[in-house]
């Protein structure tokens, strides 16, 4: 994760040798690169297939020359475009890009012209996000100062979401959760899954959080920081919780939800009695009668529109298990606030 393709090759076959000489790795593993257009070389191509990775996500964000520089991306379309064929010419098969819709004067035909190229290219899959705009950055200033237009507005980016999703998905795309469309077989987001399902995640390096059994931690960010904890760990505390049952199960039904909608079975493991259920089926109710999911008597699944609205449903599910396991007297510790760190996060149009 990060940007890997920053360091050498070299150094990164070397960190790659020590992770398949210390740890048990599955033949069938799924190892992921992620990398922008400006740090992949031909260098790190031929390392990473002799290394034995077999997955690449790589930051492209768009193929317009004019928003790549807005975006302070290095490199034209064109640049991006030979360098995912260089993946493919290689032989790697999944391979993935992200894309960043709604940026500061982006047109509909900017978007369409985006959408025609991956159209041409043998992606995986993709990730797709709307460009949120943070407060001081060099993006920000620009448009407060007028020097660029500003960006479009949430009725836009609705109808960006709705004509990426419809234009892919008759390309043999499929959703297969919030922002994130793939070629069945292909892409199969492994890490995300195991994320949601509760499972170990081993975090190496300054700043990456993970999970190992019952405690989820983060190491220091600071390089210095984290090379201390390195060789001498109990002389740097990282940081870390303890999780229960509670906080599982939310983070288990978040999960679902990012992944379109869970079946009412799915609530038999909460660990509380029937209040809670009943708060999260009234939650449902309200959230139906806004046209944001479908119900019935096996489960919930999101609509379109619950989709492009899913990280602050998931969130509102969250909050909902919050504040019925206090108001219920659970004694398992309380589930923090939850996100999926994805998708739109505007006010939920319906719920209070």
Known sequence: GGTPTSLSPKALQKILEALHSRLNVSPSAEITIETTVSDLSEEHVAAFRESGVTRFSVGVQTFSSRGRELLGRWGTGETAIAKLNSLHDAGFRDVGIDLIYNWSGQTEEDL????????????????????????????????????????GGLVQEKRFFDLIVDELTTQGFSLLELTKLVKPGRDEYRYVRIRYDNGDTLALGAGAGGRLGHQIYRNPSDISDYRQHVENPASSPIMRFRVDRSYDFANRLVGKLVFGGFEWSALDAFPNDGDIIGALHALTKELAADGLVQADSRGLLLTRKGTFWGNNIAQEFASTLAEASRGGGNRHTSIPHMSTGRGSSHPLPGVE
């Open 112 to 151: 369409l012209e985006d959408l025609k190229v991956i159209k041409s290219l043998d992606l995986a899959g993709l990730s797709f996000y709307a460009l949120i705009l943070i407060e001081g950055t060099a993006l920000h200033q620009m448009i407060s100062a007028g020097h660029c237009p500003p960006m």
